[in-house]
C-alpha cells in the first residue's frame, strides 16, 4: 500500500484536503500516473494493484472516493466493488476502463458505479467530475457535523423537542423525557400514545381538557402552527402546570411535525428568570451574546431542515461614547437599561433579545422574513425616539436587518446584518437599514 500526501495546485479548493481516495489499478505506469495528479489536488490517496488489495485498504481506512480499474488479478473491479456495496452503499465508485471492455459495462450499472471512464484516461474530465463528487461530498460532511452539535444543543436544551408522525416517536430530547417520566427513548418506546399521559388543561383558545396527542391532532388539522397552553406533565399535580409557547412545523417529507415547547411561566419581568447567571448580562438583564448564539444554533437547525424564515435585527445607540463622555458612565448604563426594558416590552416571546456587547443590541426573529424583520426594527425605532430618556431626554438607535439565506454560516449572518448596521449609521442614523447575503 502506498499513502500519497496532498500538494495542492490553485484549481481546487482548500477544503479538499478532507477528501481520501483509492486508486486501484493493476498497471503500475498508469496507476503512479493518476496516483499523482490525484496527490496533487486531494488529501491522501491510497494505492492498490488489486481488488483483494483495494478491499482491504477500504476497510482499513474507509476512503471517501474510490477509482478503479474493471480487468485485474485475484479480484477485478465489478467484484471488489459489489463487495465495497456491502460495505457501504453510497460510497462513489468510479470506472476506468479500456475500450475492449465494454462488456462490463452493463455490471458496472448493477453494482452502483456512478462514472464509467474510459482509458486513456482524460484528466480534465476527472478533473471537473471529481470536483463535482469531493465538493458534494465536504456539504455532506459539514452537514452532518453540524446535525451532531445541534442535536446535542437539542438534547441539553432546558426546552422540549419532539419529532412525531401522531402515530409513533421519532425523537424526544431529554429535557421532555425527564417531564414526562422516562429516562431515555429506549424505556419511552416509538408509540405516540404515551402523549396521552400529557394533560392540555387549556389554551389561548378555550380549548381544553385534552391530552397532548389529541391537542396536536387538532392543531395539524386546524393548521395551527403557533400557539401557548397550559400543560400538565405525567405523574404531577394540576398545580405543577406550566405555560409554554407551542411551535409545530410539517416535515412533509417525513410525513411528520416537529415540535417545540418553551417554559414561559417566569417570563414575567424584562429579566430573564431561570437562566444562568452565565447566560444574563447582568446589567440589563436579558440574555447575553452567548446564551444568544445558543439559540442562534437550535433555529439554524430548524430553519435549514423545515426551510422557514429567519431574520436578525442588529441595532446600537447613536451617539452613545459622546453622551458617557458628557453625562457619565453611569447614565450611559442607565440609557442601556432603559432601552433594554423598551425592547422587551415590543418584542414576542418567540423573538431572543440579547445585549450584544457595549450600546449594542441583537434579535433572533424566527418565522420572520427580510420585510418583517424592517417592520419589526422601524417599529422599536420609533418606540426609542418616542422616548424620554433619564438625564438626556432623546435618545436614538439605527438597526441593520438581515434574512437567513440556505447554507449561510452563523458567522457570515451575523456579518451581513452588521454590513447592514453600518449603512444605516453612514447613512444619517435613527434609520433601518437591510442587507440579504446572496
Known amino acids: 500500500?502506498?499513502?500519497?500526501?496532498?500538494?495542492?495546485?490553485?484549481?481546487?479548493?482548500?477544503?479538499?484536503?478532507?477528501?481520501?481516495?483509492?486508486?486501484?489499478?493493476?498497471?503500475?505506469?498508469?496507476?503512479?500516473?493518476?496516483?499523482?495528479?490525484?496527490?496533487?489536488?486531494?488529501?491522501?490517496?491510497?494505492?492498490?494493484?488489486?481488488?483483494?488489495?483495494?478491499?482491504?485498504?477500504?476497510?482499513?481506512?474507509?476512503?471517501d472516493i474510490i477509482i478503479?480499474?474493471?480487468?485485474?488479478?485475484?479480484?477485478?473491479?465489478?467484484?471488489?466493488?459489489?463487495?465495497?456495496?456491502?460495505?457501504?452503499?453510497?460510497?462513489?465508485?468510479?470506472?476506468?476502463?479500456g475500450y475492449d471492455d465494454e462488456k462490463y459495462?452493463?455490471?458496472?450499472?448493477?453494482?452502483?458505479?456512478m462514472k464509467y471512464i474510459k482509458k486513456p484516461v482524460d484528466i480534465k474530465k476527472l478533473r471537473s467530475l471529481l470536483s463535482e463528487v469531493a465538493l458534494n461530498i465536504i456539504q455532506q460532511k459539514e452537514k452532518a457535523k453540524k446535525d451532531r452539535l445541534l442535536r446535542l444543543v437539542m438534547e441539553n436544551s432546558s426546552e422540549f423537542y419532539l419529532i412525531t408522525d401522531l402515530e409513533q416517536i421519532h425523537y424526544m430530547n431529554r429535557s421532555f423525557l425527564r417531564y414526562i417520566g422516562y429516562d431515555d427513548m429506549a424505556e419511552l418506546g416509538k408509540e405516540a400514545s404515551v402523549?396521552?399521559?400529557?394533560?392540555?388543561?387549556k389554551d389561548g383558545s378555550g380549548y381544553?381538557?385534552?391530552?397532548?396527542?389529541?391537542?396536536?391532532?387538532?392543531?395539524?388539522?386546524?393548521?395551527?402552527?403557533?400557539?401557548?397552553?397550559?400543560?400538565?406533565?405525567?405523574?404531577?399535580?394540576k398545580s405543577e402546570a406550566k405555560n409554554f409557547l407551542v411551535r409545530i412545523n410539517n416535515v412533509e417529507e417525513e410525513n411528520s411535525i416537529f415540535v417545540s415547547m418553551v417554559d414561559i411561566s417566569t417570563l414575567e419581568s424584562s429579566v430573564v428568570i431561570g437562566e444562568t447567571p452565565a447566560?444574563?448580562?447582568?446589567?440589563?438583564?436579558?440574555?447575553?451574546?452567548?446564551?444568544?448564539?445558543?439559540?442562534?444554533?437550535?433555529?439554524?437547525?430548524?430553519?435549514?431542515?423545515?426551510?422557514?424564515?429567519?431574520?436578525?435585527?442588529?441595532?446600537?445607540?447613536?451617539?452613545?461614547?459622546?453622551?458617557?463622555?458628557?453625562?457619565?458612565r453611569q447614565v450611559g448604563d442607565s440609557i442601556i437599561k432603559e432601552i433594554a426594558q423598551l425592547v422587551h416590552q415590543n418584542v414576542r416571546v418567540v423573538d431572543t433579545y440579547a445585549r450584544y456587547g457595549g450600546e449594542e443590541f441583537i434579535i433572533l426573529a424566527p418565522e420572520t422574513d427580510i420585510n418583517g424583520g424592517c417592520q419589526l426594527a422601524d417599529k422599536i425605532r420609533g418606540k426609542i425616539e418616542r422616548q424620554q430618556?433619564?438625564?438626556?431626554?432623546?435618545?436614538?438607535?439605527?438597526?441593520?436587518?438581515?434574512?437567513?439565506?440556505?447554507?449561510?454560516?452563523?458567522?457570515?449572518?451575523?456579518?451581513?446584518?452588521?454590513?447592514?448596521?453600518?449603512?444605516a449609521k453612514s447613512r444619517g442614523r435613527n434609520r433601518v437599514e437591510k442587507v440579504t447575503f446572496f
Open 1 to 63: 500500500m502506498k499513502v500519497e500526501m496532498n500538494k495542492w495546485t490553485e484549481d481546487f479548493p482548500e477544503a479538499m484536503k478532507e477528501i481520501t481516495i483509492l486508486c486501484v489499478e493493476d498497471e503500475s505506469d498508469a496507476r503512479d500516473k493518476l496516483s499523482g495528479f490525484l496527490s496533487k489536488n486531494f488529501g491522501s490517496v491510497y494505492s492498490a494493484s488489486d481488488g483483494i488489495e483495494g478491499l482491504e485498504i477500504f476497510k482499513s481506512e474507509n476512503p
Open 105 to 113: 459495462l452493463v455490471g458496472s450499472i448493477d453494482i452502483g458505479a
Open 279 to 328: 447566560m444574563v448580562d447582568p446589567l440589563t438583564g436579558i440574555v447575553n451574546r452567548q446564551k444568544f448564539l445558543e439559540e442562534l444554533d437550535r433555529e439554524l437547525y430548524r430553519v435549514q431542515r423545515y426551510t422557514r424564515p429567519l431574520s436578525i435585527i442588529l441595532f446600537d445607540i447613536d451617539g452613545f461614547s459622546e453622551i458617557n463622555e458628557r453625562y457619565g
Open 208 to 237: 381544553c381538557g385534552a391530552d397532548l396527542k389529541s391537542w396536536l391532532q387538532k392543531a395539524v388539522a386546524g393548521k395551527l402552527d403557533e400557539a401557548v397552553f397550559k400543560m400538565q406533565g405525567a405523574g404531577k399535580l
Open 389 to 423: 430618556f433619564s438625564h438626556v431626554g432623546r435618545v436614538t438607535c439605527s438597526f441593520g436587518v438581515t434574512e437567513y439565506v440556505l447554507l449561510q454560516s452563523k458567522d457570515l449572518l451575523i456579518k451581513t446584518a452588521d454590513d447592514a448596521l453600518y449603512m
Open 68 to 97: 478503479t480499474d474493471i480487468q485485474m488479478p485475484l479480484m477485478n473491479g465489478l467484484e471488489m466493488a459489489e463487495e465495497i456495496r456491502k460495505e457501504n452503499a453510497d460510497v462513489p465508485i468510479i470506472i476506468t476502463t
Open 195 to 201: 402523549l396521552e399521559r400529557v394533560n392540555i388543561l
